[in-house]
Each structure stands twice: as structure tokens, then as C-alpha cells.
């Protein structure tokens, strides 16, 4: 099977698992953040099968949506196998996958290729601008998170473990995660449009604020 076979398959495949999940990491989640892959891939001379790849497979084994922590990503990889992906392709697809999420940066920035940091780049700025905002609320609540909570103040840092198991504030989940991810962008095309969607974060907050305020 060619490599354009095996990716159309993919997002078949991968379409068919997370259609309807409601938490912001859905199929569109994936299909946007495998767009967003291929334009900053092709830009910067990635491995471009590498890159759809890993881009399509990255949620397949996420804790959010499978309830449990797969370090072997076992969904991506018996997909990746029966698809007869060659064996060095899927630990490079792998590899990224276990090392990109931001609450692997918590313990520290992951080395990754260069295919890696693409994907890194998308699928932050797919928790960032218009977008990014949507998830942010349909993740709260998925989770069951108040809205907001004045006497509730941002937690500055966080082991990975706080992180993970803290409930929070969706509010606060835009100073403890999405504000901060401009500044972790790897490419010259992510920066760029991180800097647009982060501009528009910050204005749809201080919206949000006085309207909470009652001053609009």
C-alpha cells in the first residue's frame, strides 16, 4: 500500500473512532491539526508522511478520550502495524506522540524531531484563538469545571501529577495553559499564528471580564 493510501485510511480510520466525542479532542480536532501540520510541515522540509501520520494518530490513545494512560500508545501502534507501516517509521510517529503534549513539557521541554515539533506546533495552535476558546468551554465542561471563581487564583506552577488531577476553572485554564503556549512554539510559521490567536485570546478575556464585572 502506498503512503497516500495509508494516510486516506487513517483518517478514515481515525474518524470513525472519535466522531462524537465531546470533549474538544474530536475528529475535527484531529482533521484541524492535521491541516495545520501540512501547511507548517511542507514549510519547513518535514518528512511530510511522518508528519500526517503522527498528526491523525496523536489523540487515538489520549488519556482524555481512552480514560487511561497508554505509554506504548497501543491503538496508534496496532493501527500503524496492520496498516504495515515500516517498523523504524513508527517509532519516530511514537516517539512524538509520547513526547509532545503540554503536560510533558511540564516536566520539562521533550526533544523532538523536526516532524515532531511540527505537529507540536499544530496541535497548539489548535488550543489557541476563536478555536481554542470553544474547546477551552467544551472541555470544562465535559469535566464538569466552574465557569469562574474570583477566589480562585491561577496556579503559577504545577507537577505534572497537580496538573492532571487539578479541576480548576476553565477561566484559569487560559493563565495556566493556553496563554503560555505562544511563547513554546518551534517553528517561524506556528509563532506567527500563534501571535494572532494568542492577541485574541487576550482581548476575548478582558471582554469576559467586564462583562463579569458588569461594566458592559
Known amino acids: 500500500m502506498d503512503k497516500q493510501a495509508i494516510i486516506s485510511k487513517t483518517a478514515e480510520h481515525v474518524r470513525e473512532e472519535l466522531s462524537g ?38 489523540d487515538l490513545d489520549d488519556f482524555k478520550i481512552t480514560g487511561e494512560h497508554s505509554k506504548d500508545k497501543k491503538n496508534a501502534t496496532s493501527w500503524m502495524e496492520n496498516m504495515q507501516v515500516g517498523a523504524d517509521t513508527q517509532q519516530k510517529i511514537i516517539k512524538i506522540i509520547q513526547n509532545m503534549g503540554f503536560t510533558d513539557h511540564i516536566e520539562g521541554q521533550k526533544s523532538l524531531s523536526k516532524e515532531g515539533e511540527v505537529v507540536q506546533d499544530a496541535d497548539r495552535l489548535d488550543a489557541l484563538g476563536a ?11 465535559k469535566m464538569q469545571r466552574p465557569l469562574h471563581d474570583p477566589a480562585e487564583q491561577p496556579k503559577k506552577e504545577m507537577s505534572k501529577e497537580h496538573y492532571m488531577s487539578r479541576k480548576g476553572t476553565t477561566i484559569n485554564h487560559f493563565h495556566e495553559k493556553l496563554l503560555l503556549l505562544k511563547e513554546l512554539m518551534n517553528t517561524d510559521a506556528g509563532r506567527k499564528m500563534a501571535a494572532h490567536r494568542h492577541q485574541f485570546m487576550e482581548q476575548y478575556l478582558e471582554e469576559f471580564f467586564k462583562e463579569w464585572e458588569g461594566e458592559r
Open 21 to 58: 466525542e465531546s470533549s474538544g479532542h474530536d475528529w475535527f480536532h484531529v482533521y484541524r491539526v492535521w491541516k495545520l501540520a501540512e501547511h507548517i510541515g511542507k514549510q519547513e522540509g518535514a518528512d511530510m508522511f511522518i508528519v500526517e501520520m503522527t498528526a491523525l494518530l496523536h
Open 131 to 141: 478555536i481554542g476558546i470553544g474547546r477551552a468551554f467544551a472541555y470544562g465542561g
